[in-house]
Nanobody
């Protein structure tokens, strides 16, 4: 089992920045990729950014150049630095961990609201 605790959301004005954190515990040695998903009201959950254990990253097209995902393997923590935030980035953001056996674990979610 893997437990994830995500944090760092909040209310920010358009153009502002936030950094999300996700701390993993439990069977962390089994984690391969980690990532951040988001779900806005009335929309499906979508993958925003992911990073493998080896550091390979991937991003949703609409956040490329604005968001950066990083991973501290020593602290079992993944971060999402979000810059130049837009109202359309408003959503609940969920941390995800996928193990080498393809099992998925989720954080509890953290609300990000971009509004003036």
């Amino acid at each position: 089992q893997v437990q994830l605790v995500d944090s760092g959301g909040g209310l920010v004005q358009p153009g502002g920045s936030l950094r999300l954190s996700c701390a993993a515990s439990g069977m962390v040695f089994s984690i391969n990729a980690m990532g951040w998903y988001r779900q806005a009201p009335g929309k499906q959950r979508e993958l925003v950014a992911s990073i493998t254990k080896g550091g390979i990253t991937d991003y949703l097209d609409s956040v490329k150049g604005r968001f950066t995902i990083s991973r501290d393997n020593a602290k079992n923590t993944v971060y999402l630095q979000m810059n130049s935030l837009k109202p359309e980035d408003t959503a609940v953001y969920y941390c995800n961990a996928q193990t080498i056996l393809q099992r998925n674990y989720w954080g509890q979610g953290t609300q990000v609201t971009v509004s003036s």
